[in-house]
Structure formats: C-alpha cells, structure tokens
C-alpha cells in the first residue's frame, strides 16, 4: 500500500508540466555552421597534403597566415593565407641553433654546439639553390597543392556567401520597412521608389559568379515574395528601364531555372 507522502508526490508530478520543446535549430545557422564545417575540412585536407610533401619541419603562425617548412632547406616553404590563398616561397637565410644528440633545436645546449660546429648553424640551402631548379620544384608543388587549396577556397567563398544570405532578410526588410539603405549608411530612402531602386541596383551589382548568384536568388525571392504584393510594386517603367541598363541580366521578377521562392 502507498502512503499518503507518496500519493501526494506522484499527484505533484502529474500536475507539473511537459517540459517544454527545445526550439529548433534555425536553418540559416544550420547552413552557416555545415559550411564552417566543410571549410575546416578542406583546410585539413591542404594540410595533409603538406605533411606528405614533408613541410612538417617548423609550423609558424603570423598574423592571417600560417607557414609550413619543409626539413630540406632547398625545399622551401608554403605559406597558406587565411583567405584561401597559398604561396610557395625559398626559405630565407638563417642561423639557428641546430638539434644535436643531447639537445633541442634552438635550445642553450644547440647554441653552445654551434661554437664548435659552426657551419653546421648557418641554413643557406634555400638561399642558393639554383633558380632554374627552383622554379621547377615550385611548379611541382604547386600543381600538388593545387586541387585540393582551390576546393578550401570554394569553401571559404560558399561559408562567406552562406553568411552573407543569412543576413540579407533582416536587411531586405529594414530597406522596405524603414528606408534603411543595403549599405548601412547614410539617410533612410525615404520613398518607395527609392526603396525599389535600391533594390534593383543592389541585385545588378552581384558579381558574375555562383555566389553572387546565390545573393542575386535571394534578392529575387525578397522582390517577388514581398515587393510584388505589396501595395507597392514594381512599375511597369522601372523593369523596362532595367532591362535597358542591364541587357544581359534576368529581371529580378525572374526566377532562374531551379530556383524556388
């Protein structure tokens, strides 16, 4: 039998609430955070790359860059730029306190070695390798690297594209509602015809790529999901004086093949 000290808790848990849902993850950060994930990926696949090639010597990071040398000297050295981009450069002249058996590279013990082997402390391999064949061994490792810092780049330029659709509703809406212009400066447009205009200027200046594309959809969808029904559309003047100024461009009101609202 249940006594009453029971009874009274269980009656106290029938009456508590469910917990309430936990609200789903929203789908522009959803995007936002597979594309991070995709670009770290694609960096890790670059760096792989390096280690086979042997630029496993000395990692250093430097401001928006990191360089990676490789244990040959002559071999020199790849510099990948936060941004996507890679350069293959000679590693420079120096002097540096070589590893020996008893001691750590750089360390006292190293230094005090280079009294003794002095020559054996000075790096000049880089600095003096033929030019001919320099040329040559940096076209192979660019063409090793490549591919794959070509696709981190695409990645770098998909996450930047992702972030930047994500928060080009809020702004869409604020341009309509507010005047608030796209560039997020100066006096609000204060008619809708220049709210309209800037609209239009805003999708023509989208560059001529996948990701201005991507932007150019998003603008597109704004203008025919909210500004075509609304009481203030697009004139019949404004879309033929567009098609005049931009020939070769698809009229906002236009969804390109494939593309939904």
Not at 78 to 98: I, T
Not at 151 to 169: E, N, P, Q, S
Not at 188 to 216: H, I, K, Q
Request: proline letters at 7%; a negative charge.
């Amino acid at each position: 039998m249940i006594g009453t000290g029971w009874l009274l808790v269980l009656a106290a848990w029938a009456d508590e609430p469910a917990p309430a849902p936990e609200p789903a993850a929203d789908a522009d950060e959803e995007i936002v955070v597979y594309g991070e994930l995709q670009v770290e990926q694609a960096r890790q696949q670059v760096i792989q790359d390096l280690a086979e090639l042997g630029f496993t010597d000395e990692v250093t990071r430097l401001g928006d860059r990191t360089i990676y040398r490789h244990g040959a000297a002559w071999a020199g050295e790849v510099v990948l730029f936060d941004d996507g981009w890679m350069r293959v450069k000679r590693q420079p002249l120096r002097v540096e306190g070589r590893p020996m058996p008893w001691a750590k590279l750089d360390s006292p013990g190293a230094w005090l070695g280079c009294l003794v082997w002095p020559w054996l402390c000075v790096r000049t391999t880089g600095a003096t390798f033929g030019h001919r064949k320099w040329l040559a061994h940096e076209g192979r490792t660019v063409e090793a690297l490549h591919a794959d810092v070509e696709t981190w780049g695409d990645r770098i330029a998909d996450l930047a594209t992702d972030r930047t659709v994500a928060a080009l509703g809020p702004r869409l809406e604020a341009l309509w509602e507010h005047g608030v212009p796209l560039g997020g400066s100066g006096p609000p447009l204060a008619t809708m015809a220049d709210r309209r205009s800037e609209l239009l200027s805003f999708y023509a200046s989208r560059t001529d790529t996948v990701w201005g594309e991507e932007v150019r959809d998003a603008v597109g969808g704004f203008c025919r999901a909210v500004v075509q029904h609304s009481d203030d559309p697009f004139t019949d003047a404004e879309l033929r004086d567009f098609a005049e100024r931009y020939p070769g461009l698809p009229s906002p009101l236009t969804p390109r093949a494939g593309v939904e609202d």
